[in-house]
Each structure stands twice: as structure tokens, then as C-alpha cells.
T-cell receptor
Framework: DAKTTQPPSMDCAEGRAANLPCNHSTISGNEYVYWYRQIHSQGPQYIIHGLKNNETNEMASLIITEDRKSSTLILPHATLRDTAVYYC???????????FGQGTELSVKP | NAGVTQTPKFQVLKTGQSMTLQCAQDMNHEYMSWYRQDPGMGLRLIHYSVGAGITDQGEVPNGYNVSRSTTEDFPLRLLSAAPSQTSVYFCASNTGLGNSPLHFGNGTRLTVT
């Protein structure tokens, strides 16, 4: 699994886009980039994943650089309910010996 | 589908007591894993299983035992609880394929006094 690095915290104004970066410079060609979020102390929730191409779903967009060494999770119109810790992981298989980093604590402010 | 179910939600133990945290999934997932999360910290992998009868250690396995006798269940045993094991424990599962995200349970909050 590739090691991931994220900023420990970020702020975002409500209604604005939240752009959360993740560095995974040692990622291998078959490793996916996955994003999860954890609200309060609930179980982490899957958001989105991608391999090479940019991806979008109803929750967020994922932009992966062409060299795949970094990615950005975009919450297009952040709400107060998006305040959470966001984790980025990079691995072929999310099961097995998957190591999580410290994540980014996103605070959405009114 | 209930997804990943963890019981109990809360537990208080005295030092030296033993207990089993239960985890069950109804999605026919091959892979299951246990994480612990301490206050202000990220998730740390305790043990994981890639299928019935197969388990392996994660980052912080000491003090914990696991077994996987069925695909559905992956219990975590504390043989002699210590205050350092006070934490929130999460169980997760997925199919084991590359395109499969982890599904997490809602956690068990354990306090050891």
C-alpha cells in the first residue's frame, strides 16, 4: 500500500467548495485512491474512489493528477454536515493489511 | 442488508477481565478487519482476515486474538483487558477485489478501568 499524506486540518465556508488534498507519491500502477469520512465517532463512510481518471458521484468529485502522485477530493457545496475527518488511502485492495493515515479534519463554518 | 453489525455498542471492563467483541456481516464479504481508534487519532489495524480460516496481524495485534470460522463472523477477543485497550473498535469488511470499498460497523466503545 502507498503511504498517504494529508494536511491535519482545513476550514471551509458553508456553500463554498472544499478541496482536500492527498499526497501518495509512492502509489503503484494498480493501486486505487479511496476516500472515506468519519463524522463524530461513527464508523467511517466510503465516499469515492478512482484509479486514473477523475470520478464524480452524488457526494463528491475526485481529481487524480496525471502522474497519480496526488489527488484532491472536492465537495462542491460544503454544508455544516460535511464537518468530519476525511481519510485518503491508496491500495489495490482496501481489505487486508490496509493502513490509514491521520486524515484531514474539515471544519465547515457558517 | 444490515451491513456490518457490531455488538455491544458500549462495554466497561475491569483490568484483567476478558471479553469478545462481536462483528457480523451479511454481504458475503471475504475480507474482514478490526481497527481501533484512540481519541484524536486515526484508525490502527489490529487483525484482519482474507477468508474463513485465515487471519493475520495488523499494526497493533498485541493483547488481541481473532478467529474466522465462518465468512459472516469475525470476533475480536481480549484475553486480559488492560487500561491501554480503552478505545473505540471498528470492524470492516469488503469483497477483497480491487474495486471494493470497505464497509464499517458503527463501533464498540470499550473502557477498561
Amino acid at each position: 500500500d502507498a503511504k498517504t499524506t494529508q494536511p491535519p486540518s482545513m476550514d471551509c465556508a458553508e456553500g463554498r467548495a472544499a478541496n482536500l488534498p492527498c499526497n501518495h507519491s509512492t502509489i503503484s500502477g494498480n493501486e486505487y485512491v479511496y476516500w472515506y469520512r468519519q463524522i463524530h465517532s461513527q464508523g467511517p463512510q466510503y465516499i469515492i474512489h478512482g484509479l486514473k481518471n477523475n470520478e464524480t458521484n452524488e457526494m463528491a468529485s475526485l481529481i487524480i493528477t496525471e502522474d497519480r502522485k496526488s489527488s484532491t477530493l472536492i465537495l462542491p457545496h460544503a454544508t455544516l454536515r460535511d464537518t468530519a475527518v476525511y481519510y485518503c488511502t491508496a491500495s489495490y485492495n482496501q481489505g487486508g493489511k490496509l493502513i490509514f493515515g491521520q486524515g484531514t479534519e474539515l471544519s465547515v463554518k457558517p | 442488508n444490515a451491513g456490518v453489525t457490531q455488538t455491544p455498542k458500549f462495554q466497561v471492563l475491569k483490568t484483567g477481565q476478558s471479553m469478545t467483541l462481536q462483528c457480523a456481516q451479511d454481504m458475503n464479504h471475504e475480507y474482514m478487519s478490526w481497527y481501533r481508534q484512540d481519541p484524536g487519532m486515526g484508525l490502527r489495524l489490529i487483525h484482519y482476515s482474507v477468508g474463513a480460516g485465515i487471519t493475520d496481524q495488523g499494526e497493533v495485534p498485541n493483547g488481541y486474538n481473532v478467529s474466522r470460522s465462518t465468512t459472516e463472523d469475525f470476533p475480536l477477543r481480549l484475553l486480559s483487558a488492560a487500561p491501554s485497550q480503552t478505545s473505540v473498535y471498528f470492524c470492516a469488511s469488503n469483497t477483497g477485489l480491487g474495486n471494493s470499498p470497505l464497509h464499517f460497523g458503527n463501533g464498540t466503545r470499550l473502557t477498561v478501568t
